[in-house]
């Protein structure tokens, strides 16, 4: 177990719909990263926050956004959804910005989208 | 943006015997080079991982090598065992503190008893 949950561990949704993914990162953690996770494209970076602010984005589509709480939870909301966006979908969270250290991951939510 | 490949993409071998899997990355500005051991359905997990100032870390059965005017990096498993089997994933970091990590694409390990 790292500390990072993940809420929910499956989501099964249709074509066009919204959902909304939620992380709480490790206990002193201000860093929460999102990775997709898929057959085609591997494990692939989508975004960053730090103590509530975006730091960093990387392959994150328009219809994806994320936040960052006061109480440092995260969550990432994916819409319009299409059938190419199913797959894994990892929080990640590490102690602080620099220096660089392990990033801790979730058990994941399994997005299938029908 | 930074690229990472890797390389084999499946990779068998009898236990005991050794294990190495190599990685490539592009950009010059990474200095964090971790690899992950991720078992089927579960998540990702760190086995070791080596920053830019250092062109060797070993932790008992795994070592990684780096090399920056190459701008490769290798894991090495020695005296490999059933448990060994999984997928292996390299990544790549800047290290400046906004920046995700950038993985490669794996290498499933089997490990044949």
């Known amino acids: 177990d790292s500390g990072v949950t993940q809420t929910p561990k499956h989501l099964i949704t249709a074509t066009g719909q919204r959902v909304t993914l939620r992380c709480s990162p490790r206990?002193?953690?201000?860093?929460v990263y999102w990775y997709q996770q898929s057959l085609d494209q591997g494990l692939q970076f989508l975004i960053q926050?730090?103590?509530?602010?975006?730091?960093a984005k990387g392959n994150i589509l328009e219809r994806f956004s994320a936040q960052q709480f006061p109480d440092l939870h995260s969550e990432l909301n994916l819409s319009s959804l299409e059938l190419g966006d199913s797959a894994l979908y990892f929080c990640?969270?590490?102690?602080?910005?620099?220096?660089?250290?392990?990033?801790?991951f979730g058990p994941g939510t399994r997005l299938t989208v029908l | 943006g930074e690229n990472v490949e890797q390389h084999p993409s499946t990779l068998s071998v009898q236990e005991g015997d050794s294990a190495v899997i190599k990685c490539t990355y592009s950009?010059?500005?990474?200095?964090?080079f971790p690899w992950y051991k991720q078992e089927l359905g579960k998540r990702p997990q760190l086995i070791i991982d080596?920053?830019?100032?250092?062109g060797e870390k070993k932790d008992q059965r795994i070592a990684v090598t780096l090399n920056k005017t190459a701008k490769h990096f290798s894991l090495h498993i020695t005296e490999t065992q059933p448990e060994d089997s999984a997928v292996y994933f390299c990544?790549?970091?800047?290290?400046?503190?906004?920046?995700?990590?950038?993985f490669g694409k794996g290498t499933h390990l089997i490990i044949q008893p």
């Open positions: 990640a969270s590490s102690v602080a910005l620099v220096p660089v250290d392990e990033q801790f």
């Open positions: 206990s002193g953690d201000l860093s």
């Open positions: 926050y730090y103590n509530g602010e975006e730091r």
């Open positions: 950009d010059s500005a990474s200095n964090y």
């Open positions: 080596i920053r830019s100032n250092v």
């Open positions: 990544a790549a970091s800047s290290g400046g503190g906004a920046d995700g990590l950038t």
